[in-house]
């Protein structure tokens, strides 16, 4: 029976953490969400200050129409100008009669306005969106930590039943030359090949539960990172065939 053959890459931990924490889409929108309230929190502080504004106005104006010329107020009309709408647009684009205006407007806000209150509801959201994000950063890294120390574990098992695997076959090399020469029965042969059967399932799940536990280390960096070609730290280490 041909037996699989298995191969382990050393996991760097720190690495894969580091991954993780900068490209697992969880930790990237806890982030942008953090980075919207710092900006929403400093928007409302601006408005929870004196504020001074600076209004500027231009105008421009046309007249038109008849005017009369009279002798003082309420006297006799003197001359008359005739006039119409089209002398009141060529005065409106000749500004004949600009209009200016300048101001400056001060506000201070007294006692605690609704601006301060909405202030502080900010900062609280900003102090829980920075509690909310160092939780699931520690989160990550304590699954991607055990993700690889599973990796570890299951190595070791890997190693532990390739070795059963190699006595059994010794044993049963052994138990089949004595059968030769006639110093042991069939029975122990028959034995000696369930035992190695049984070691060789042993080693194949280790290995296959090796594999599952790499694809689950890989998933605790970035759950799409295979579909999006991104290369895994420390992955690629196992693997069986013919």
């Not at 029976?1 to 806890?30: C, G, K």
């Not at 928007?43 to 008849?66: C, E, H, V």
């Not at 695997?165 to 042991?184: N, P």
Request: proline share 3%; charged share 20%; no cysteine.
């Amino acid at each position: 029976i041909d037996q699989p053959s298995f191969s382990y890459a050393p996991v760097d931990v720190e690495a894969a953490v580091r991954m993780a924490l900068d490209r697992r889409t969880d930790i990237t929108r806890a982030r942008q969400q953090r980075d919207i309230n710092n900006i929403n929190v400093r928007a409302l502080r601006n408005n929870t200050l004196p504020a001074l504004d600076l209004i500027g106005t231009y105008q421009l104006q046309g007249q038109g129409g008849t005017r009369f010329n009279r002798a003082g107020l309420g006297g006799n009309v003197l001359t008359v100008v005739p006039g119409g709408y089209g002398d009141a647009v060529d005065q409106l684009l000749d500004t004949n009669f600009p209009t200016w205006t300048v101001q400056l407007q001060f506000s201070y806000p007294i006692g605690r306005s609704a601006a301060e209150a909405a202030h502080a509801r900010g900062r609280l959201e900003l102090q829980q969106t920075d509690a909310q994000l160092r939780q699931l950063e520690l989160q990550v890294a304590t699954e991607v930590t055990n993700a690889a120390l599973q990796l570890g574990s299951i190595q070791q098992r890997i190693e532990a039943a390739t070795a059963a695997r190699e006595l059994a076959e010794q044993q049963l090399e052994a138990e089949e030359t004595k059968f030769e020469v006639g110093t042991t029965t069939s029975f122990f042969v028959v034995q000696a090949q369930r035992d190695l059967a049984t070691a060789q399932d042993a080693e194949l799940r280790a290995i296959l539960d090796y594999q599952k536990a790499l694809i689950e280390f890989e998933r605790s960096q970035e759950t799409s990172l295979n579909r999006s070609g991104i290369s895994i730290v420390g992955g690629g280490g196992g693997g069986f065939g013919p």
